[in-house]
């Protein structure tokens, strides 16, 4: 009797704990002057250094030691931004979707469980038009999933991909990238929600596209004002932040045009760290939002800290 009774007390104590393995939801918020940002997670990838370009296998080694990357690929996230002005919900960038078979995207779920409904974003303002960026944009059935929204793209993107001569032109297996893009702009244009723009336009107030041309032909960041506060959200300007904060001359092999990608990285880059931006990029670690210091021949990156929300009521 004695001795059961002291099992009992030592599994009270050293008693088993099942492992939970769920995660906190994938949405991240915070105030950039009187508007709301969510950063919403999509999806987690990795980057294998075959993907850098304009760099040594010695030097990529050297960067991804020093960032403590002990694996064989870098990880990274995919991440997509809801901007709450108080009137309108703008979304930016749709993550991969789960149209197009193996993709698995968690970008539907992360808005419900940050609080809103997809039917209740007004706009969705595209970086560019590859896959891990507008495959949200269509469910399983190749419907909208964002039935009231209307989607914005820069007219140099729209006119590169919608064209039929590009499509003809390029290696079969890239052709169904085209005809992605084709489907998802065909299911908005159906219902007039699809529109293009030229850069420096302000969509909606204090909220301007620019462009930053490289990655693709009319590759878009978004800078979005309020107060006395900014956000760049700057796309695919960055895949790889071990790599290409410490050298921006780096680039990737998904680069339309690398050299003008390098030098739109390296400029905008100036111009965020100069004047003080915050900054989200769609493959920064979730929730990709922080800001960066000009040191030596680069960037440093300066993550946002997990807090509570500041709304000044
Ligand atoms: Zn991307």
Same mark, same amino acid.
């Given at each position: 009797?004695?001795?059961?009774?002291?099992?009992?007390?030592?599994?009270?104590?050293?008693?088993?704990?099942?492992?939970?393995?769920?995660?906190?939801?994938?949405?991240?918020?915070?105030?950039?002057?009187?508007?709301?940002?969510?950063?919403?997670?999509?999806?987690?990838?990795?980057?294998?250094?075959?993907?850098?370009?304009?760099?040594?296998?010695?030097?990529?080694?050297?960067?991804?030691?020093?960032?403590?990357?002990?694996?064989?690929?870098?990880?990274?996230?995919?991440?997509?931004?809801?901007?709450?002005?108080?009137?309108?919900?703008?979304?930016?960038?749709?993550?991969?979707?789960?149209?197009?078979?193996?993709?698995?995207?968690?970008?539907?779920?992360?808005?419900?469980?940050?609080?809103?409904?997809?039917?209740?974003?007004?706009?969705?303002?595209?970086?560019?038009?590859?896959?891990?960026?507008?495959?949200?944009?269509?469910?399983?059935?190749?419907?909208?999933?964002?039935?009231?929204? $209307?989607?914005?793209?820069?007219?140099? !993107?729209?006119?590169?991909? +919608?064209? *039929?001569?590009? @499509?003809?032109?390029?290696?079969?297996?890239?052709?169904?990238?085209?005809?992605?893009?084709?489907?998802?702009?065909?299911?908005?244009?159906?219902?007039?929600?699809?529109?293009?723009?030229?850069?420096?336009?302000?969509?909606?107030?204090?909220?301007?596209?620019?462009?930053?041309?490289?990655?693709?032909?009319?590759?878009?960041?978004?800078?979005?004002?309020?107060?006395?506060?900014?956000?760049?959200?700057?796309?695919?300007?960055?895949?790889?932040?071990?790599?290409?904060?410490?050298?921006?001359?780096?680039?990737?092999?998904?680069? $339309?045009?690398?050299?003008?990608?390098? !030098?739109?990285?390296?400029? +905008?880059? *100036?111009?965020? @760290?100069?004047?003080?931006?915050?900054?989200?990029?769609?493959?920064?670690?979730?929730?990709?939002?922080?800001?960066?210091?000009?040191?030596?021949?680069?960037?440093?990156?300066?993550?946002?800290?997990?807090?509570?929300?500041?709304?000044?009521?």
């Amino acid at each position: 009797m004695m001795s059961l009774c002291l099992f009992s007390m030592v599994s009270m104590v050293w008693g088993s704990s099942p492992i939970k393995g769920n995660q906190a939801p994938g949405f991240f918020r915070l105030m950039v002057g009187e508007v709301e940002v969510t950063a919403l997670l999509d999806g987690s990838i990795s980057f294998e250094p075959a993907i850098l370009r304009n760099t040594t296998p010695l030097l990529i080694k050297m960067l991804w030691d020093r960032a403590g990357i002990l694996s064989a690929e870098a990880p990274a996230s995919v991440n997509a931004f809801l901007i709450n002005t108080g009137k309108k919900l703008i979304l930016i960038d749709t993550g991969n979707g789960n149209g197009s078979g193996s993709e698995s995207s968690s970008l539907l779920e992360n808005l419900r469980e940050s609080g809103y409904q997809a039917a209740e974003i007004d706009a969705v303002l595209l970086t560019h038009a590859h896959g891990d960026h507008i495959g949200g944009l269509l469910n399983r059935n190749g419907e909208r999933s964002f039935p009231n929204a $209307v989607v914005f793209l820069s007219r140099a !993107e729209n006119d590169f991909w +919608l064209s *039929a001569e590009n @499509a003809a032109k390029v290696r079969p297996e890239k052709r169904k990238s085209f005809a992605r893009v084709r489907a998802i702009a065909a299911a908005y244009q159906k219902f007039d929600a699809w529109k293009t723009f030229e850069p420096g336009t302000e969509l909606f107030p204090d909220l301007k596209a620019e462009a930053a041309y490289g990655h693709t032909i009319g590759h878009t960041v978004y800078l979005l004002s309020s107060g006395r506060q900014e956000i760049m959200f700057v796309g695919d300007c960055i895949h790889n932040a071990a790599a290409q904060f410490p050298r921006p001359s780096i680039g990737v092999r998904f680069d $339309v045009d690398i050299t003008r990608a390098i !030098e739109t990285r390296i400029a +905008l880059f *100036a111009r965020i @760290a100069r004047e003080h931006l915050l900054m989200a990029g769609a493959h920064l670690a979730f929730p990709g939002i922080g800001r960066i210091r000009a040191e030596g021949r680069g960037f440093v990156w300066l993550p946002v800290t997990f807090g509570p929300v500041k709304t000044g009521k």
